[in-house]
């Protein structure tokens, strides 16, 4: 479906430079083969006939935004059995929906973390068959009997070891041959679950899943594969056994204290907070009522818990954890999550930083993608307005003017938004 473009100039505007994306004007950008070429003074740059030029004046040019929290289900219920219950094929025909929506809303690549349409998805758009973000799928990560990748209300036997997100592993041998397993079938990050969740039946936050020497055994062999590996951490006791036992990130989060935060900053781990999360789970019709039960009480303790880790200087990811049509539409609660981020105290920069270089970074993509860096993968959205100084223009689609991905204009979704 990607075709070849013809090289493009982007002029004019606030170019938001960099991996920390340092705002500068009077700057050209030049895209060839897909890649960034140059970046010089617009005064510098001769343009050639065959070149096609955009003009940013009055926008902001910035790295394609990423996701690095979301799963491929192609649900369209709230309700996590009907996850398992739903036919496979229709799931990744949803999915594939998702995920030019997703592109649409100026996510150029997303971390799917745990779902069995991921791997598909990822190996569609990277060979050019759809459109959408390019996407670092986990497949099945790990969760414990009972933990919460599992399904608590179906029968076991039904499952076959495996729900739609995860396999359903005990001991450490499992615990090894799980991690294996997943990377065989195709995943490029490990995910595995150390506490429960609200949206599982039969578990608590508060406590931690998985033995210790069971999480250092899949810390160990997701790094010995070279591949990095993410905790599902939304109690304490679940996340420090996980940031002790070395793994790349936790996810959510609601519960740090200093000692959390303080190994957090040492070891360089980082955080994905998914703020959009617990709002949706309560006030979405049709949410199981144990999830709501759960979801209540942790809202203070989880903007409490975020604030914290930027305080003490964890490094922030950003991902809001969309993962059900329409409970958690993709593109409208994607950019819903930066805003969040920006109410609960960092400035759009930082905001964005999150969401562009410090995302590669926690992808192990930041050689690739980012940030407009000379050699980069051409990955670049426009936007009315200017972002350094405030996300509101972000917020609405219409505001979105261009999106460039390897090079490539992606076509508008929206009647009447710019192609």
């Known amino acids: 479906m990607k075709k070849n473009q013809k090289s493009i100039v982007i002029r004019g505007g606030t170019l938001l430079r960099g991996v920390n994306l340092e705002p500068v004007r009077g700057q050209a950008l030049l895209i060839e083969g897909g890649r960034i070429t140059k970046i010089t003074a617009e005064r510098s740059l001769g343009l050639r006939d065959d070149w096609m030029v955009i003009d940013a004046e009055g926008q902001t040019v910035l790295p394609g935004l990423i996701d690095a929290h979301l799963h491929w289900f192609g649900s369209r219920s709230p309700d996590p059995m009907m996850w398992v219950m739903e036919q496979k094929e229709l799931n990744c025909v949803r999915a594939v929906a998702d995920a030019r929506r997703l592109l649409d809303y100026g996510f150029t690549t997303a971390r799917d973390m745990g779902s069995r349409n991921g791997v598909a998805i990822k190996r569609a758009v990277d060979e050019g068959t759809i459109l959408g973000p390019k996407t670092v799928p986990a497949h099945m990560g790990l969760s414990m009997t009972c933990g919460h990748g599992d399904v608590h209300n179906v029968p076991s036997d039904w499952l076959c070891g495996c729900s739609a997100m995860a396999f359903v592993v005990d001991g450490v041998d499992a615990v090894r041959k799980a991690v294996r397993q997943s990377v065989r079938d195709g995943a ?79 070891q360089g781990t980082f955080l994905v ?33 975020f604030k914290l880790a930027v305080e003490m200087g964890v490094r922030i990811g950003a991902g809001c954890d969309a993962f059900s049509e329409p409970m958690t539409a993709f593109g409208p609660y994607n950019v819903r999550e930066l805003e969040l981020m920006e109410e609960a105290g960092l400035t759009s920069l930082q905001v964005l930083q999150a969401a562009t270089s410090s995302n590669a970074q926690l992808l192990g993509l930041g050689a690739e993608i980012g940030s407009l860096d000379e050699g980069k993968a051409a990955d670049v959205i426009i936007v009315r307005g200017d972002l350094s100084k405030s996300l509101a223009d972000l917020t609405s689609h219409s505001n979105l003017t261009t999106i460039i991905q390897d090079g490539m204009i992606i076509p508008r979704l929206t009647p009447g938004l710019p192609a």
């Open 273 to 305: 907070p998914t703020l959009a999360l617990l709002d949706r789970v309560v006030n979405t019709p049709g949410v199981p009522e144990y999830a709501k039960i759960k979801a209540r009480p942790m809202f203070q303790a989880h903007l409490n818990s």
């Open 188 to 266: 490029d990050v490990v995910k595995i679950w150390t506490t429960g969740g609200t949206m599982s039946e039969r578990d608590s936050l508060e406590d931690q899943h998985f033995s210790d020497e069971e999480i250092k055994t899949a810390v160990g062999e997701a790094h010995a594969l070279r591949r990095k590996i993410a905790s599902h951490a939304e109690g304490l006791l679940g996340a420090l056994a996980s940031i002790r036992a070395g793994v790349d990130s936790i996810e959510h989060g609601f519960d740090l204290n200093d000692e959390c935060c303080d190994l957090m900053k040492q």
